[in-house]
């Protein structure tokens, strides 16, 4: 996918304004690759905004980075995955958001270009969609870090619920900055409540 019609996707969906609201022009935003995933076992892709089944997606999915041409991994650095809701419990009522899906630091990679991500150290485990009935369609947004700090001690998420900070409307960036991640690539798929 192109990188303006990737951005474009990010930014029409507020992606960027919700999840990284410090980023004053998220036009200008720049992204070091894409992130392929995949749940295995229903044979779905994730592809930037599209519709996933909730009973589909329970199961942690496969997830590989690729890198962009003229953008190489740092093959010394270790990598850190996410996956959040910012529409937690609704898009209209923050309470919860963001929710925390997911977290994997120390990730590393054995090619410039990327590939698929297995070894890293699950701190949170892989929590499938639950969007509570009629609250509408949620975002469900998987982002991946370079850590810049070799050897990272990593600031507890303490609960779920807004990454544990208690405060409505979240998580990500919060946690990211507490912890100087460099934002790499983010990819992301709508959810809702299924009987």
């Known amino acids: 996918m192109k990188q303006a019609t990737y951005l ?6 507020e992606i960027i ?4 609201p410090k980023v004053s022009d998220p ?3 720049s992204l070091s690759g894409s992130l392929t995933i995949e749940y295995p076992h229903s044979n779905l892709k994730v592809e930037q905004g599209n519709t996933l089944s909730t009973k589909l997606t329970q199961e942690p999915p ?3 980075y690729n890198a962009n041409t003229g953008a190489p991994l740092n093959l010394d650095k270790t ?9 937690a419990p609704s898009r209209q009522d923050h309470k919860w958001s963001e929710y925390c899906h997911f977290v994997e630091t120390g990730i590393k990679f054995h090619h410039k270009e990327g590939g698929l991500i297995t070894n890293g150290h699950k701190v949170l485990k892989y929590m499938g969609p639950g969007p ?3 609250t509408g369609p949620h975002r469900y947004v998987f982002v991946l870090f370079e850590e810049i700090e070799d050897n990272q001690i990593f600031t507890a998420v303490e609960d779920r619920a807004n990454w544990g900070y ?6 990500v960036e919060k946690w990211a900055m507490a912890n100087k991640l460099r934002l790499l690539a983010i ?6 409540y299924e009987d």
């Open 8 to 13: 474009d996707k990010l930014i029409s969906n």
């Open 79 to 87: 990598y850190t995955l996410v996956m959040t809701d910012p529409d």
């Open 27 to 29: 036009t200008h935003l």
């Open 132 to 134: 509570p009935k009629g």
């Open 166 to 171: 208690e405060t409505p409307a979240t998580g």
């Open 17 to 20: 304004q919700d999840i990284f």
């Open 62 to 64: 496969k997830v590989t």
């Open 187 to 192: 990819n992301f798929f709508f959810a809702e």
